[in-house]
């Protein structure tokens, strides 16, 4: 038990750092290049999961080493579906709810983090033997 609320510190403080990537991108590319904000959320969510890669395998989740190739494409698979449920949260916050985009992505991104550590905790992290 020790060690899973470790772990969850470490996703939650990796999370975090990611978010901020992912959050400030979406806005400078939305506020400064005038980028729509589905097209700056897709462009900040796939920026932010490569620093979540790396951050996750090097400071979070025991995984087997090993194929790293095959690792970083159950990754990327986990993240489309990720930002697939995330892109969805931020098109029906804002253009259904009418809920401005930089706090519809907050909570998208709350959902995003639930999904990422199940998953990512299932299917990539080595299993004791």
Do not use: P
Not at 32 to 48: D, E, K, Q
Request: charged share 15%; with cysteine.
């Amino acid at each position: 038990m020790k060690k899973l609320l470790a772990q969850i510190i470490k996703f939650g403080l990796v999370g975090f750092l990611c978010f901020f990537i992912d959050y400030g991108i979406m806005v400078f590319l939305t506020e400064v290049a005038s980028v729509h904000y589905l097209l700056s959320s897709g462009i900040s969510f796939t920026v932010s999961v490569i620093a979540n890669y790396v951050l996750s395998l090097t400071y979070v989740f025991e995984t087997e080493k090993g194929n790293r190739i095959k690792e970083f494409i159950i990754f990327v698979v986990l993240s489309v579906i990720g930002l697939g449920i995330n892109q969805a949260l931020m098109w029906f916050c804002v253009d259904i709810l009418g809920i401005f985009y930089m706090i519809s992505k907050i909570g998208a991104t709350a959902v995003v983090m639930v999904y990422n550590f199940i998953t990512r905790k299932m299917i990539l992290e080595k299993k004791d033997k």
